[in-house]
């Protein structure tokens, strides 16, 4: 049996008379928490229930890995393997406690990152097996798939300036957290920034490219031409049944 949620036919089309999952991918600073906050709005503004979640994290127990994965004082001895079970702990929690039930209740979901971020940083980051990167998340979302995924591109040098500009202007009292995933050397983001390419030639249907390098409006507005679109077809979708 096929799990996943079609990005077309009539299994999507059954999909898109419940909430839209929409999901925003990138490498760090790309700004991703950014356009979710501006498109969480225009959503509601016109009426949307509107779900932001963030991965790894989105509840509880998802924080608690997310604090091990990150800024635990212990996690410097961390394998890869550890590393993809744990986001996937993560991820699939999130999606039995909060993304499913919120789909059903016709939300939309905005996700900041989702298991295109593990095939990415896990996949060609790290090297894991692609073939069994695949087989830990498909436990984890089971048919849970992003309707729509949006990712915003920035070269690795940008991501670094502004990684900078975020230290340098954060509070001078309270250093920064520190955060393992960021001590990776650039070899490793650049293996990212790869794998996102790789992964978006291969899913042209489902996930846009954008280019996080152009003013904060362009890229707001070329979100908002991909999000509009998929709201019509839910729409027609709905007129149709
Ligand atoms: N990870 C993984 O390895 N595997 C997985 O399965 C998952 C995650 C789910 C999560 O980090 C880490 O976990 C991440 C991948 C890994 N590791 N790394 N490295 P996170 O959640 O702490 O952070 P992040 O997702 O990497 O992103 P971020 O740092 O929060 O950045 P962002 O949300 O994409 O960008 P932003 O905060 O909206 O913007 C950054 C700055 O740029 C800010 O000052 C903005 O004002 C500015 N900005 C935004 N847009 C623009 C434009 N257009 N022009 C100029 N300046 C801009």
Known sequence: MDHRRHTEGPAFEKNLMNGLFITFEGTEGSGKTTQI??????????????????????????????????????????????ELLLMNASRAQLVREIIRPALEAGEIVLCDRFYDSTLVYQGYGRGLDLTMVRAVIDVAVGETRPDLTLLLMVPVVVSEARRQIRISTGPANIPPLRDRMEEADRSFFERVEQGYRAIAKSETDRIHMLDGTKSLEEVTQAIWKEVSGLLMRQKKIEAEH
């Not at 509601?44 to 924080?63: A, F, K, S």
């Not at 997310?66 to 550890?82: C, F, G, I, V």
């Open 37 to 82: 906050a501006l498109l969480a709005k225009r959503l509601q503004d016109e009426g949307r229930v509107v779900r932001t979640l963030r991965e790894p994290g989105g509840t509880p127990i998802g924080e608690e890995i997310r604090y091990t994965l990150k800024h635990s004082d212990k996690n410097q001895a961390m394998t890869p393997e550890a």
